[in-house]
């Protein structure tokens, strides 16, 4: 499936000269004149792809449409292509998540480069996501009891330790550290503490 490239920009005859050149290069290309139009008819996330976007465009700027997509959740990494770089914005638009800050004119060369940066970011963000809801339906997976259990042993409290706060025996709590580790999948408790920093579980309380 040919990867999308999603250009916002209102200069009508760099779009149509852009598309052109993105799809001699085998991408498919949709084209938006403003923010707001690309906001409301929002690109299928589903589908490999990347946005193409201008700075200054009339109504919604390109770093304010790039907010926007944050808010809503939007996985499609952002290329921005400017002929008016400032330092500041570029910096703005890194940290915010941009993959990179082009100015105009560009080279074909230049452009596919980010392009093709871009994109291998998106599946490797994907792949990452993936991985993280997969972890996330473990953790749903355990009873009310196991969950405290989990809870309690990443915080690197011994079964002694979660049976007195538990108000039970470290016999029992032995037998749910069992079912912890089957229902999560892991073979080591090392493998386990890292499954709640990566889905951020152990930011919530103290240790």
Known sequence: MPSL????????????????????????????SSAQELLDDLPDAEKPGCILLDVQIPGLSGPELQARLVELGSMLPIVFLTGHADTATTVRAIKAGAEDFLTKPVSSEQLIDAIERALARREVLRSQQGKLD??????????????QVFDLIVRGKINKQIAYELGTTERTIKAHRHQVMEKMQVPSFAELVSIAERLGLLDSRKT
């Open 5 to 32: 490239v999603y250009v916002v920009d209102d200069d009508e005859s760099f779009r149509t000269a852009i598309e052109r050149r993105l799809k001699l290069a085998g991408y498919e290309v949709v084209t938006y």
């Open 134 to 147: 997969s972890l996330r339906a473990l953790v749903t997976s355990l009873t009310p009891r196991e969950r």
